[in-house]
C-alpha cells in the first residue's frame, strides 16, 4: 500500500516560515511524482504544490507561487515544502500524496496513496 507521511506543521505567526516533511513507505519515493494538499475547515481540499519524480519540475498553487518551495531528496525518500511568508490563509492541514504518475500538477481525484493524517498549519498572531 502507497502511504505518505507528514509532519513540521505548528503555529506561526504571520511572516513565518515552516518546512514540512512527506516520508514514503512500501515504495521508492523516487518512483512518483508528489503533490503537496491542504484543506482549510469548511474547504475543498487543494492542491498546492507537486514536483515530479526525478525533481525536473515542479508546480505551484497561484496563491503560493513565490513564498513555497517544493523539493526533494530521493536518497533519504523524502519531500519537503519550505514555506516562506506564512499568512493567515495558509492555515489548514497539509496532505501529502501522489497518483503513481511521474508529472505535476496532481489532481486531488487522481490520488491513489492513503490520505493520512497530515500536519496542521495555524498560522496566527
Known amino acids: 500500500q502507497v502511504q505518505l507521511v507528514e509532519s513540521g506543521g505548528g503555529l506561526v505567526q504571520p511572516g513565518g516560515s515552516l518546512r514540512l516533511s512527506c516520508v514514503a513507505s512500501?515504495?521508492?519515493?523516487?518512483?512518483?511524482?508528489i503533490g503537496w494538499f491542504r484543506q482549510a475547515p469548511g474547504k475543498e481540499r487543494e492542491g498546492v504544490s507537486c514536483?515530479?519524480?526525478?525533481?525536473?519540475?515542479?508546480y505551484y498553487e497561484d496563491s503560493v507561487r513565490g513564498r513555497f518551495t517544493i523539493s526533494r531528496d530521493n536518497a533519504k525518500n523524502l519531500v519537503y515544502l519550505q514555506m516562506n511568508n506564512l499568512k493567515p490563509e495558509d492555515t489548514a492541514v497539509y496532505y501529502c500524496?501522489?497518483?503513481?504518475?511521474?508529472?505535476?500538477?496532481?489532481?486531488?481525484?487522481?490520488?491513489?496513496?492513503?490520505w493520512g493524517q497530515g500536519t496542521q498549519v495555524t498560522v496566527s498572531s
Open positions: 512500501g515504495f521508492p519515493l523516487d518512483a512518483y511524482a
Open positions: 500524496a501522489t497518483d503513481q504518475g511521474s508529472g505535476c500538477p496532481i489532481p486531488a481525484f487522481r490520488v491513489v496513496s492513503s
Open positions: 514536483i515530479s519524480s526525478r525533481g525536473g519540475s515542479a
